[in-house]
């Protein structure tokens, strides 16, 4: 969708064009660049919305990528749906770029193309230098409704935080509709100075999207050590890395229902609270997502085993935080945690957790400030972040800028719409999405890190040593890891190597384990499998078939590997 800039909306873009380029010093704390200059896109947004009705809709139809408006962004990414649509293309069109003009063809300012913001007209968009029909995609394409009610908006801005999309082959796609020139392009974008000042990253982590940073650790990395290095970590950004100015840097706490105290604190008082290290793993919901999307296309990043690491988190309990400011315990309240990594709407990232939760000191939630010892980076959530272990990563918000108790889950788009799980059946929309259940606890789960799904053993050896993690969300204890080298004939107890020694119920760290597994005799290739028990008796499912969903989270299948025997 971040390609699409539906016509009426020039008029819009030229405004917030010209606040973009408009630097806005010191207006917000934490006065970061992002900050700036989309609160007065915000601004302008809020005096231009009065006038068009589809403004407003667009933006909610948006609110972060996955909805409404997304989905002609969706229907690029997406490869069985680009195989199609490059089968549809005009076969005329030879493969240009959209930042460059191309001879030939006409060229259009905006008045033209907002000429064509119907069906009936022609629905025609501009991104970049190129002038694009979309008639006929919108047309054919289911949700291509959606699209219309896009209609109202410059999405430039969106098309430059959503930096992963930005793929030369969605371009090239784009390419396929291109009937003209667009005059009025503009020639830099100021926007992207979100990006100018993004971490160093260590050069072994895999990148999965640069822009923004998603990058997870190579196996034989990610095995080596039961706690993973911080530089080594799996990154897991939904916008720009934000800038945090740290002499006027306060996280605040406050209820919605005004009971309780607003108060704020500095780094230096959270400190103040008694110091609680967690060992404890992170992962995100869509690690192993890449196994699931080979049984079928899925929508997200191409996540291998490595989305998920071990480390040492040390910070105050948020307990004691939310205790000081007067929280009283209600079983019905949420904790909604605000980050300071702003979406394209002004809007940051946010998630929340139970006030239950928070406030049983067993569950072991803390607001992080170092990890591993050290501050924690600037990837992982400087200053300070919400941890909370045994959940899923989306919960544990980074950049914490404020928490709010409330009877509301947290708003943001990642809480209300994504990070939930549906049948195989559903392609979850709005509706879906508000019905379903958010991920807060993750279940029980295992992968091989060695060997490599490839890798080849002598036949001469009597057995292939394999080595993985396991791990189970909620605290549960990994009692056993199963293998099998002959699909599943016959089991073999996994050894386990490393594994916290906490009480029953706070297993928040991973369990490393290793298995040797016979050589078959006679053959090329053996196939070993592998899921974990945890200590409720639950295990994994066979294979991904029937957990496969759409946003392709959740995928704790078995994990299985073939290797070849020379
Ligand atoms: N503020 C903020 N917090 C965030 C995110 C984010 O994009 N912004 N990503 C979440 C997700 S989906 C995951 S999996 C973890 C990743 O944490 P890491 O990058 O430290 O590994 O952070 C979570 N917290
Ligand atoms: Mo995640």
């Known amino acids: 969708m971040s390609l699409v800039k539906i016509i009426r909306t020039q008029r819009n873009s030229y405004g917030i064009r010209n606040v973009l380029n408009r630097s806005c010093p010191a207006l917000v704390t934490p006065s970061i660049s992002l900050v700036s200059s989309i609160r007065s896109f915000h601004r302008q947004r809020g005096s231009q919305q009065s006038g068009d009705g589809n403004f407003s809709m667009f933006w909610k139809s948006f609110a972060g990528v996955g909805i409404g ?137 895999i990148m999965r999207s640069e822009r923004p940073c998603n990058a997870e650790t190579p196996n034989d990395l990610l095995g080596s050590s039961y706690i993973t ?134 569950k072991d939630v803390i607001l992080a400030y170092e990890m591993n010892n050290h501050p924690i980076s600037r990837d992982h959530g400087y200053p300070i972040r919400a941890f909370v272990p045994g959940s899923v990563g989306a919960r544990c918000v980074k950049w914490l800028n404020s928490i709010t108790i409330s009877s509301e889950e947290s708003l943001s788009h990642w809480q209300r719409l994504d990070y939930k799980g549906f049948n195989p059946s559903i392609d979850p929309n709005a509706k879906d999405y508000a019905k379903g259940t958010a991920i807060q606890y993750l279940p029980v789960t295992s992968a091989i890190l060695s060997p490599s799904n490839g890798d080849a053993v002598s036949k001469k050896e009597e057995y292939v040593t394999v080595k993985g993690y396991a791990w189970s969300g909620g605290g549960q204890k990994i009692i056993r890891i199963d293998l099998t080298g002959d699909e599943g004939k016959t089991w073999i107890d996994g050894t386990i190597e490393q594994q916290d020694k906490m009480p029953a119920g706070r297993h928040w760290a991973w369990t490393l384990w290793s298995a040797k597994i016979p050589i078959p005799k006679g053959k090329k290739e053996v196939e070993i499998w592998v899921k974990a028990v945890d200590s409720n008796y639950n295990t994994q499912p066979e294979n991904v078939d029937n957990i496969w969903n759409t946003r392709g989270v959740l995928n704790n299948s078995y994990d299985k590997i073939k290797i070849k025997i020379n």
């Open 69 to 205: 408006g997304a989905t002609l962004f969706y229907a690029l990414e997406n490869s069985h749906e680009r195989n199609a649509l490059m089968k549809e293309a005009p076969k005329n069109s030879k493969i240009t770029s959209p930042d460059r003009f191309v001879d030939n063809l006409p060229t259009y300012g905006y008045e033209d193309i907002a000429k064509h913001s119907t069906s009936e007209n022609g629905i025609w968009v501009t991104y970049k230098k190129g002038v694009y029909d979309i008639t006929e995609f919108v047309a054919t394409h289911p949700g291509g409704q959606q699209i219309m009610e896009a209609a109202g908006t410059s999405v430039d801005p969106f098309w430059d935080l959503y930096q992963q999309h930005n793929s030369p082959e969605v371009e090239k796609i784009l390419e396929t509709f291109r009937i003209g020139n667009y005059k009025d392009a503009r020639e830099s974008d100021n926007i992207s100075d979100l990006w100018a000042n993004q971490p160093k990253r260590d050069p072994r982590l």
């Open 229 to 362: 290095q911080s530089n080594l970590f799996y990154v897991r950004h939904h916008l720009p890395v934000p800038e945090i100015d740290m002499e006027n840097y306060k996280l605040k706490i406050s209820s919605e229902d005004g009971t309780g105290k607003t108060l704020e604190f500095t780094l230096e008082d959270i400190k103040k609270f008694p110091k609680h290290d967690v060992t404890a793993a992170l992962m995100c919901a869509g690690n192993r997502r890449s196994q699931m999307s080979k049984h079928k296309a899925t929508k997200g990043l191409e996540w291998g085993p490595g989305a998920v690491g071990n480390a040492v988190w040390s910070g105050a309990r948020l307990k004691d935080v939310l205790e000081a400011a007067g929280v009283k315990p209600d079983d019905a309240k949420q904790v909604q945690f605000n980050g300071m990594d702003l979406d394209a709407t002004g809007k940051p990232y946010g998630a929340s957790i139970p006030l239950t939760t928070a406030l049983d000191e067993k």
